[in-house]
């Protein structure tokens, strides 16, 4: 079965300084991944999604990248912030509007 | 837009005893998702429901575990008995379908506490 690696320890940067988080796969590559976003108490919240014929995807300060060869998505936040600090989630497609999710990755924007 | 709605935010009970929770997703949603998210794992999927037939139940227990989701619309899930592992979030989301790509809306979780 589908097996997700993202850093299970958490990643602290300095205010300004450019987050970038990791997602690893094991099997078949899926058609899509998608990044979640996920504060305490709360469910997660979807950010990106990016396509197997897409190698970058980029919204606002929020890039994502993702290598079918290196079986890997790389999420990138530049300029972080404080209010950056959350747990961040990625998806993989396992077909017909399901996803698996890893288990998220804490990052903490140090002022 | 309102979002999906979940209750009860916390519950507490005893192993053994028996806890529902509801769901209530965005209108016009026709996928349901119910997740467990146990502290410092992702969600994990325990039923998929479109309108209100069951697409995926595979890592639902059933010895225990119940959900439904009578007229497409709001969805119950249930634990009968409750045992200790059970601890944890369940998180209800809700997409479109308008395709094979859907973005799944989540709702704030049931925090569940078995004693």
């Known amino acids: 079965s589908q097996k997700i690696e993202q850093n299970s320890e958490a990643l602290n940067i300095q205010e300004g300084k450019t987050a970038t988080l990791t997602c690893n796969y094991t099997?078949?590559?899926?058609?899509?991944l998608q990044w979640y976003r996920q504060d305490p108490g709360r469910g997660p919240v979807f950010l990106l999604l990016?396509?197997?014929?897409?190698k970058e995807k980029r919204k606002e300060r929020l890039k994502v990248t993702f290598d079918t060869t290196l079986k890997q998505s790389l999420f990138h936040i530049t300029a972080s912030q404080p209010a950056d600090s959350a747990t961040y989630l990625c998806?993989?497609?396992?077909?017909?509007?399901?996803?698996?999710f890893g288990t998220g990755t804490k990052l903490q924007v140090i002022p | 837009e309102a979002g999906v709605a979940q209750s009860p935010r916390y519950k507490i009970i005893e192993k053994r005893q028996s806890v529902a929770f509801w769901c209530n997703p965005i209108?016009?949603?026709?996928?349901l998702y119910w997740y467990q998210q146990i502290l410092g794992q992702g969600p994990k999927l325990l039923i998929q429901?479109?309108?209100?037939?069951?697409?995926?139940d595979s890592q639902l227990p059933k010895d225990r575990f119940s959900a439904e989701r009578l007229k497409g619309v709001d969805s119950t899930l249930k634990i009968q008995p409750a045992k200790l592992e059970d601890s944890a979030v369940y998180l209800c989301?809700?997409?479109?379908?308008?395709?094979?790509?859907?973005?799944?809306?989540f709702g704030p979780g049931t925090r569940l506490t078995v004693l």
């Open positions: 998806a993989l497609d396992m077909g017909y509007q399901k996803v698996t």
């Open positions: 099997n078949y590559s899926p058609a899509y």
């Open positions: 990016i396509r197997e014929n897409e």
């Open positions: 209108s016009g949603h026709a996928t």
């Open positions: 429901f479109q309108n209100n037939g069951v697409v995926d």
């Open positions: 989301a809700s997409a479109p379908s308008g395709g094979r790509v859907d973005t799944q809306y």
